[in-house]
């Protein structure tokens, strides 16, 4: 039933159903009830790519034959989202209340509660757990070598996977759901999921990830560079915050980072709170001479973790409102 007063064709504006995805979302956070009854949509993509994976990347073949292997993978998974998206889409449009499958997928693919009750959980192991609790919380969300970090590595760890996520967990999916619909969003989460799982520079994974990584910088282009301009707004609303230092040090330091994409938002969290994040770390064995980025604090505390967790909720408050504005301007169109 159509509330009285609203056309129907409102109910399943593509704007509304992702408005209302954001604030569910915040609300249901992982809905871990629900996935443990059904595997959820990206627990699912990563067994299959954990499958192709064991299939095609054996240690036997070469190089080049591991990266042709790769651009398959990628090129099957992509194609097969792209499709399921548009199909769910489609049958979304047609169904009476379709639109609440379509409302469904949008949840599972944006992570803002999800990132920010594992980023809190980081500051919450440090106080209660002391160093254990802290490194035990922060080896859930980054790939480094926990076992070396020192309180002040843990907090800013967790402040970098805060801003970072913030861009590949929020502002991308959002993105691309606004830019293609859900075909957008499930191709983008693909990729980012074969990004994380296989894009990295291991002997096992340089070849076989290669396509996958550079396909995941090229679509976080945008919406990095996007989520540090938020983070820097969001500065101007957090009151130990300094959204000047914010933009200056995110224009300034941002290409520092090894990733194209990721010393955007970060950059800008550390300019708004006044510290220095990456920096030398380790992962496994190797040891990573990154520079610092931002010339603020390098001991950073747990208190540091929860001004980000501020930073990260007006953020995503200001997104909302962006959602909104496009969704009134198409509106009024």
């Known amino acids: 039933m159509v509330p009285l007063g609203v056309p129907r064709e409102a109910v399943f504006d593509p704007f509304l159903i992702l408005f209302l995805a954001l604030v569910l979302d ?43 292997r790769g651009v398959f993978t990628l090129v099957v998974l992509c194609t097969f989202s792209g499709a399921l998206g548009l199909t769910v889409q489609q049958a979304a449009a047609m169904a009476p209340y379709g639109w609440a499958l379509d409302l469904f997928f949008l949840v599972t693919m944006i992570a803002q509660r999800s990132l920010y009750d594992h980023v809190k959980a980081v500051a919450d192991g440090l106080r209660d757990g002391g160093l254990g609790g802290g490194r035990a919380a922060v080896a859930m969300i980054v790939g480094r070598d926990t076992k070396s970090l020192d309180e002040h590595g843990v907090s800013r760890a967790a402040v970098e996977s805060c801003a970072e996520n913030f861009s590949d967990g929020v502002v991308a999916p959002v993105f691309w759901y606004v830019v293609a619909g859900l075909p957008g969003i499930m191709i983008y989460k693909t990729v980012n999921t074969l990004d994380s799982m296989i894009g990295h520079k291991s002997p096992h994974y340089r070849a076989f990830g290669w396509a996958s990584a550079r396909f995941d910088d090229l ?64 992962y496994g064995t190797e ?31 200001i997104l909302w409102g ?9 509106l009024a169109a």
């Open 219 to 282: 679509l976080n282009l945008i919406p990095a560079r996007l989520a540090g301009v938020i983070l820097s707004v969001a500065a101007l609303f957090v009151g130990s915050a300094k959204p000047g230092r914010a933009l200056a040090t995110m224009l300034r330091d941002a290409r520092k980072h090894r990733s194209p994409n990721a010393g955007w938002p970060e950059a800008a969290m550390a300019g708004a709170l006044d510290l220095a994040l990456a920096g030398p770390r380790r």
């Open 322 to 330: 962006l959602v909104v504005v496009i969704w009134l301007a198409q």
């Open 26 to 68: 915040a609300y249901l956070g992982e809905m871990r009830l629900l996935f443990r009854v059904i595997p959820h949509p990206v627990v699912a993509l990563g067994r299959v790519i954990d499958w192709l994976d064991h299939k095609l990347n054996r240690p036997d073949r070469g190089d080049a034959a591991r990266r042709v």
């Open 287 to 317: 040891v990573v001479h990154d520079p610092w980025i931002g010339t603020g604090r390098a001991r950073a505390t747990q208190k540091d973790i929860r001004r980000a967790l501020v930073m990260l909720w007006v953020g995503c408050l």
